[in-house]
């Protein structure tokens, strides 16, 4: 997965709308399109500028955001004050990704795009996915990020975590480097810190034009 994801907002009330997409464009990898208050719109826009994700309410002047959803060939997240659990399954069972109740921080939504694109990284690894690969995409749509303590982590790969200050950005060679393992140890514990959320991976293109991973801490 290379360049920025972008994103479709689809909100009824235009001033919510530009805030959620100034949290977008917050997000490194993420650029937000101009919001759209109503369905038509929003299928004009899915059908013309092909955005990866969709940020869909519930309410819409024109239709149910959970009716438009059937109409969306795309990633959708559900962003909306329609908290009902009917609600909830009706917009999971018809596709959604993820659903997040209004009102919500920037961080809330960082976190879900942070995690949205895990998923796109994972599943773009290999051209035929196996199933341990599906079910670390999956896992890391949901990484249980709601603010409980995770999982409990060994400390070799406690100390690949600590090898990444705050604000940086490094290779596994360089990882590698810092903590004393190989090149190899480095990258299978920077997967799963990955997959957890605790760290971001950006892709750098050198002199030959292949693109380099880096790893940083994701902000909290």
Known sequence: MSGELQVLIVDDDFHVGRLHAGYVDAVPGFRALPPVGSAEQALRVVHGSGPDLVLLDVYLPDALGLELLRSLDVDVIMLTAAADSASVRKALRRGALGYLIKPFDAGQLARKL????????????????????????????????????????????????????????????????????????????????????????????GSTGRPEHRYGRAPR
């Open 114 to 205: 942070r995690a949205y694109a895990r998923y796109r990284r994972l599943l773009a690894e290999k051209p035929v996915l196996d199933q341990d690969t599906l079910e670390r995409a999956l896992h890391a749509l949901h990484p249980g990020d709601g603010g409980g303590p995770g999982r409990a982590r060994s400390a070799t790969e406690t100390s690949v975590l600590e090898a990444l200050d705050p604000g940086e950005a490094l290779s596994a060679s360089e990882v590698a480097s810092r903590v004393g393992i190989s090149r190899a140890t480095a990258q299978r514990y920077l997967s799963a810190l990955a997959d957890d959320g605790a760290v971001d991976i950006q892709l750098r293109y």
